[in-house]
């Protein structure tokens, strides 16, 4: 199945891009071709950038601490195992008192890196970072992998505790929702919202078999699917067929 996520506020929509650059990352930084850590330290830059958001910190620590009250109103619920209550809201103070910790904004202590910032600011130039702009970059693509990615790993530990929570709370977020079976007939779907609860992100699977794209909208009153298809062109368009999908609405 395919997963596709659309978030309904720009706070999420902006942890959803974190968490795609932080999974590049992480999937970059253990190769060992020079190229691949090109990209990775292009990641890491484009990290910075989002977090440079003035606000971005502030949000994160909200959210945070929003999570552990509502978690912390489930103690004495017999229902509820504590022990596992216990770890979660464990990992929400650990992430908030490593965020709290770090001065400034995301990756702020790479910005006293003048190598780095040189390099970051070529690197979005077509072409910027070849050998005759930036010797001193080109020599290192040519270190060894081991050296390469120990570097990397130090540069981006700056990154980890906005990593880590970002992780978690779009983890807490996704298991709030529960998944149901919908049909969009002639490939259309819309379904209302309920009064008096406020959703953040829809997930919707798909098989790829139907070879079916799905079109999200939505606002706090109605989401609406709209499926699309690909046929013998780079064009998409409007599927009239009847599909079942999965649907999950996270709060």
Known sequence: MILYEY??????RTYLRLEHLFRRLAELVP??????????????????????????????????????????AFRGNPAI???????????LESCFQALHAQPGKAGQSL?????????????????????????????????DAGTRQADLARWAQ??????ESIHLLLKLLRDSGAPQKVMATEGQFQQTLPQGRTFQLL????????????????NRLM???RLMRQEGSDKLHPSGESAGFELTLCA
């Open 158 to 163: 700056p990154l980890a505790p906005l990593a």
């Open 223 to 225: 989401v609406s699917v």
């Open 81 to 91: 195992a504590e022990s596992v209550l216990d770890q979660v809201t464990g990992q």
């Open 7 to 12: 978030p309904f506020n720009e706070r999420i």
């Open 203 to 218: 997930r919707l699977r798909i098989d790829p078999a139907m070879r079916l794209v799905p079109e999200i909208s939505g």
């Open 111 to 143: 910005t006293d890196n003048d190598w780095l910032m040189g390099i970051r600011s070529r690197i979005g130039i077509p072409g910027g970072t070849c050998e005759f702009d930036l010797p001193g970059y080109y020599a290192w693509q040519h270190l």
């Open 31 to 72: 190769r060992a071709h020079p190229l691949d850590h090109h990209y990775a330290l292009a990641t890491i830059f484009e990290v910075m950038d989002v977090g440079a958001r003035a606000d971005l910190k502030s949000d994160v620590m909200k959210d945070l601490e929003k999570q552990k009250s509502a978690l912390n």
